[in-house]
């Protein structure tokens, strides 16, 4: 298969401490500056989910999300799951004794370079307060399975925004 754009030489338009717009070819695109990725974690515990809720500012509103946070940002090299436990903790207050490396996953292919890992938690433990560091003003959620999807469409109901990892919680209901 010939993809057109795929050899031409990729060129940085601009480059800023955390992201890069890129060009290649007649593609433009951002991608996380130095390599950073970013780590994502389906923290469960028994029959429920952790969730949280930020503003956004790229979208003007407040996004309810899984836990998450960048790899790499402070310390060149880092691992995704010591990122993982950092960010599970930061955020949530809760810390975890299994860890599942479940792969790594584009979000949006046609404009962003940036991946995650996805790594699942169990076995948490409530450490901390959580609400992620100063500004942040994250709100954690403890959200039963079984209640996913109203959970979500009342969140939705709500105006707060839905972040597209969130589906995977949905399964097939989704369809229904």
């Known amino acids: 298969m010939t993809v057109e754009d795929a050899d031409a030489a990729e060129e940085t338009v601009w480059q800023g401490k955390w992201i890069e717009v890129k060009r290649r070819g007649r593609w433009e695109y951002v991608a996380r500056a130095r390599g950073i990725k970013a780590a994502v974690i389906v923290a469960l515990d028994g029959g429920d989910v ?11 509103r407040v996004c309810l999300e899984l836990p998450a946070g960048l ?91 839905v972040d597209s990892k969130l589906l995977m919680l949905l399964g097939g209901g989704i369809l229904a």
Request: hydrophobic share 40%; charged share 25%; no cysteine.
């Open 50 to 60: 952790l969730l949280v809720e930020q503003f956004r500012v790229p979208l003007g």
């Open 71 to 161: 790899i790499g940002d402070e310390q060149e090299g880092e691992h995704p799951m010591l990122a993982a436990e950092r960010e599970l903790e930061e955020e949530t207050g809760y810390a975890a004794t299994e860890w599942d490396d479940l792969g790594e996953y584009f979000s949006s292919p046609g404009m962003l370079g940036e991946s995650f890992t996805l790594l699942r938690a169990r076995g948490l433990t409530r450490v901390g307060e959580g609400g992620g560091v100063p500004g942040e003003n994250i709100t954690v959620y403890r959200v039963p399975l079984a209640g996913i999807a109203g959970f979500i469409a009342e969140r939705r109901g709500l105006g707060i925004a």
